[in-house]
């Protein structure tokens, strides 16, 4: 995620911090996920890391301040990925990310939250129908890895950057990701 290089991920210690971040969120530590994450999105701004990697360390960032009870802050860095994502030339991406935040502030009781961020994206996106079904990825991403060698971030199949047919780069640390 914030590593100097485009390909092939930051450092060892960067990968690791990547790494220990992602796992306190996912061991519902939100608390100190959100504080790990939000130190990685502004050592990421020092080092220009590119906006795509930022927007997806946000929106972890995101996801463990909403675990911590804390809606507001989950939005702000939501909204500042989702800028970030446009930014980068992904309009897409930026939608998926928008019906995943808006998807799991109503699945944590923040209703008028998720209403105010789907009003707030459709008038942004007004081309692009918020219920439209998403495009799936190639047939090959079935085949990726579950977590990244790199930095052992999890992947999926429509947030990683497609490089080849059979190639994918890690949104997080940028490390190429063969499908078997």
Not at 29 to 51: I, N, T
Not at 82 to 89: N, R, S
Request: with cysteine.
């Amino acid at each position: 995620m914030f590593g100097m290089r485009r390909r092939g991920g930051g450092g060892p210690r960067a990968r690791m911090k990547v790494a220990q971040a992602l796992e306190l969120l996912e061991a519902g530590r939100y608390d100190e996920a959100a504080a790990a994450l939000d130190q990685l999105v502004q050592a990421g701004e020092r080092r220009a890391v590119p906006p795509q990697r930022l927007a997806q360390a946000l929106m972890q960032a995101g996801r463990a301040h909403l675990g911590a009870g804390r809606p507001g802050e989950a939005l702000a860095r939501g909204r500042r990925a989702l800028a970030l994502f446009a930014q980068a030339g992904q309009p897409g991406r930026a939608v998926q990310a928008a019906r995943r935040l808006v998807a799991e502030l109503r699945a944590r009781g923040y209703a008028s939250e998720a209403d105010a961020l789907q009003q707030e994206i459709q008038a942004r996106m007004p081309g692009v129908p918020w219920d439209a079904p998403e495009s799936g990825p190639p047939a090959v991403a079935r085949r990726l890895p579950t977590h990244c060698t790199g930095c052992g971030a999890p992947i999926r199949a429509d947030e990683v950057d497609w490089t080849g047919a059979g190639t994918a780069e890690c949104p997080y640390c940028g490390t190429p990701l063969q499908a078997q």
